[in-house]
């Protein structure tokens, strides 16, 4: 029973998407969904962004669990923030509505 408990924690609810507003000559509102890949040559292609040549070609990952949104920063070379403070190659953080995100130069914020 309480491997049910943990599985239904654990399941992405269907359509569930994260808003992320992204400044640069003209901002861009991105809609990511669980599993998907930021960066030049990813998932959420930011190639077009004027500051997106300080982005690793796969830069983070989200994923969506027990009902949270999560940060995995994939190890870039440019560096990932949240809020300010570096993300460790490898490491995964939660997010909460109103972060700030920064990835290499381009920046971006967490809307529900």
Known sequence: MMEDDEARQTEVPPGATMILECTSDTGVTLEVKHGQVIGREADIDVSDLSDSQYMSR?????????GRWHLENL??????????????????????????LTFGTTRCTYKE
């Open 75 to 100: 190890s870039s070379k440019s560096f990932t923030y949240v809020n300010g403070k570096q993300v460790s190659p490898g490491d995964t953080l939660e997010l909460k509505p109103g972060d700030r």
């Open 58 to 66: 796969k830069h983070a990952r989200f994923h969506h669990k027990r």
